[in-house]
């Protein structure tokens, strides 16, 4: 890396409910491609834009899946950042706030086009363009609703496969007590069960 670029972080900011092969896939082919130094993956509460937060555990039990899915994996962090801001946590706060502490990083958030088709509706979204770089993974979505935004300097479409795992799927199968090697790290697997996670 030069060391006259600055460092480039990617936040990948979710609630992570539960983390699973989805989110450790995509975060190794961000560094893997190198397309960012370092990958900080960051535990939200609830999202402004879901009005329930009936399936959402603790903050503190997603945060401790998050570090037991990415122990090992180079070049990421795993950041309960959000867990001290204002609520509701809004991503613009969050990268100012990073921002503020990190002056000398290039950040880069990372979202999925389903997020992008709503991205208007996103506290100061166009702050979010101005300062900041915008990195958009495949994801099953209304495209076309995106389409214009796409075209925005600031925006650049990642090449990463789509990988089809949902957080809410993955827990209608721990309440049905269905397989879930394919989807989750064993490690987390593990905590789920010894937490009784979810099989409410």
């Not at 600055?6 to 896939?25: A, D, E, L, M, T």
């Not at 037991?68 to 100012?96: H, M, Q, W």
């Not at 958009?136 to 925005?152: F, I, K």
Request: proline share 5%; net charge negative; hydrophobic share 35%.
């Amino acid at each position: 890396m030069s060391t006259n670029r600055r460092k480039r972080i990617g936040i990948y900011s979710g609630s992570f409910n539960p983390v699973h092969n989805g989110h450790i896939s995509l975060t190794k082919y961000l560094l893997d491609s190198d397309i960012v130094d370092d990958v900080w993956i960051v535990v939200s509460p609830l999202n402004p834009l879901k009005t329930t937060s009936d399936e959402l555990i603790a903050d503190e039990l997603r945060l401790q899946m998050a570090k037991i899915a990415f122990e090992g994996i180079r070049d990421t962090k795993v950041s309960d950042v959000e867990f001290c801001l204002p609520r509701p946590s809004y991503t613009i706060d969050t990268l100012n706030y990073l921002q503020k502490q990190y002056p000398d990083y290039h950040f880069f958030l990372l979202i999925g086009e389903d997020n992008m088709a709503v991205f208007d509706k996103w506290k100061d979204y166009k702050e979010i363009l101005r300062k900041y770089t915008v990195l958009v993974y495949p994801r099953h979505a209304d495209t076309n609703s995106s389409d214009n935004m796409l075209r925005h300097t600031n925006i650049h479409k990642i090449d990463a496969p789509y990988i089809d795992i949902s957080s809410t799927d993955i827990r209608h199968r721990i309440r049905q007590h269905l397989p879930l090697t394919d989807v989750l790290p064993k490690s987390v697997i593990d905590f789920i069960i010894s937490n009784k996670l979810y099989d409410n």
